[in-house]
């Protein structure tokens, strides 16, 4: 019996603390950033630069929180620096130091749901080029520009990064200071035929339900290694398919699987590696080789 009475407090505690609204957690934030100030993150402009299209924008919108509602902040500061990351034997590293972009006065935030301002910062492919200094002929798919933001108070103090880190108490809460836009290349057409898949499992007990989706046009498949170390999977792509997506699912063992994906061209387009990223694209659409 006692310890019936012990599993029912415990969950009269838990629905206690699941029944706190968001208002409580801004109750919460309202007593606990007196010596501070929040950036959160509470929507998405733009993730990544189209390599090929200088007018792509990577941008987020934030909610200050402080502890006078969101009144003493002045102004945000954008600053931005360029990571080389495709480097090869021989090569000169393109990557640049951190320069200031833009600002965005306080003046430009609107007061959001929960009465915080709330605005955008942003910036366009051009705009992280031109103050980074890096060339458009220098960026290669994989690189990537990184964005710092900087809160600066009415009483002179300056919040960023370096100082508040990434500020993580369940997902009400998101505010890096910090962010990578990479450079990423827009799909291409695939070679027409029948492409391969060839699966390896190291344990040789098959993928216990990881998979890859393909998805061609729309259309979505998904293969895997049934039993078994290895196999190999034949799928056809059509004539005039447009576009071309794999995405790794994943299963119980994740640390077990090797995959390769071979075109109707040859080249080998996905060679995969134990623990691959679940939902992240496979494919290298820079390469241009599919």
């Given at each position: ?25 801004v ?99 051009a ?98 290694l049934?039993a ?36 109707a ?14 939902g992240a ?10």
């Amino acid at each position: 019996m006692r310890k019936i009475r012990t599993y029912i407090l415990l969950s009269l505690g838990v629905i206690t603390l699941m029944a706190c609204s968001e208002e409580k957690i801004v109750d919460d934030v309202q007593a606990t950033v007196g010596r501070g100030l929040i950036l959160r993150t509470v929507g998405t402009i733009g993730d990544s630069f189209s390599i090929s299209d200088t007018g792509s924008v990577w941008g987020k919108t934030l909610e200050v929180q402080d502890a006078e509602g969101g009144s003493l902040l002045t102004e945000i500061k954008l600053f931005v620096s360029f990571t080389d990351n495709t480097i090869e034997d021989g090569d000169p590293d393109f990557s640049a130091d951190e320069a200031e972009l833009s600002t965005f006065s306080a003046s430009a935030f609107a007061p959001g749901p929960f009465g915080f301002p709330r605005g955008d910062v942003s910036a366009s492919y051009a705009e992280a080029l031109a103050a980074t200094g890096v060339d458009f002929d220098n960026v290669a798919g994989g690189d990537a520009f990184n964005f710092r933001l900087e809160a600066i108070l009415s009483d002179g103090r300056v919040f960023t990064n370096r100082l508040a880190g990434t500020v993580a108490n369940g997902s009400f809460f998101s505010s890096p200071f910090a962010y990578t836009s990479p450079i990423v290349c827009p799909p291409t057409a695939p070679t027409a035929g029948d492409w391969t898949i060839d699966f390896q499992d190291s344990f040789g007990d098959g993928w216990n339900n990881a998979a890859l989706t393909v998805d061609i046009d729309g259309t979505s498949t998904d293969y895997t290694l049934a039993a078994g170390s290895a196999s190999t999977e034949v799928f056809t792509v059509p004539a005039g398919a447009e576009v071309i997506s794999i995405i790794f699912v994943s299963g119980d063992f994740d640390e077990e699987v090797t995959a390769q994906v071979t075109s109707a061209n040859g080249n080998v387009i996905v060679d995969l590696q134990p623990s691959p990223t679940a939902g992240a694209e496979l494919i290298d659409y820079c390469l241009g080789n599919l």
